[in-house]
Nanobody, 123 residues
Framework: QVQLVESGGGSVQAGGSLRLSCAVS????????LAWFRQPPGKEREGVAA????????VYADSVKGRFTISQDNAKNTVYLQMNSLKPEDTALYYC????????????????WGQGTQVTVSS
């Protein structure tokens, strides 16, 4: 059973930084995707960033470009999301996901999901 466990969420003031981690277990890596999504209060889930497991190519939502960085540590089976210059609108429950079934990654067509970690940014 593949498991994804997120950590690193918390409360921070606007302009601050957080680093989220997602420990991925029992997942056989191929050239597929690991990704971060978020769901703000009262809104739909949205894609934040994704990374290809094979060559570490990254893609980002426009709303986080230049502020967030996704990375992976294959030795630790962990994917990270470094979030800088946080804004109140970044407040959301953040999820990591593994193994896209195709289509645009930000649509969320992934097989495996974590339980989420809360990020709250105050102004």
């Amino acid at each position: 059973q593949v498991q994804l466990v997120e950590s690193g969420g918390g409360s921070v003031q606007a302009g601050g930084s957080l680093r989220l981690s997602c420990a991925v277990s029992r997942y056989t890596r191929s050239n597929n995707l690991l990704a971060w999504f978020r769901q703000p209060p009262g809104k739909e889930r949205e894609g934040v960033a994704a990374i290809y497991t094979g060559d570490s190519t990254t893609v980002y939502a426009d709303s986080v470009k230049g502020r967030f960085t996704i990375s992976q540590d294959n030795a630790k089976n962990t994917v990270y999301l470094q979030m800088n210059s946080l804004k109140p609108e970044d407040t959301a429950l953040y999820y990591c996901a593994a193994h896209s079934l195709g289509g645009n990654w930000y649509l969320g067509n992934f097989v495996y999901w974590g339980q989420g970690t809360q990020v709250t940014v105050s102004s």
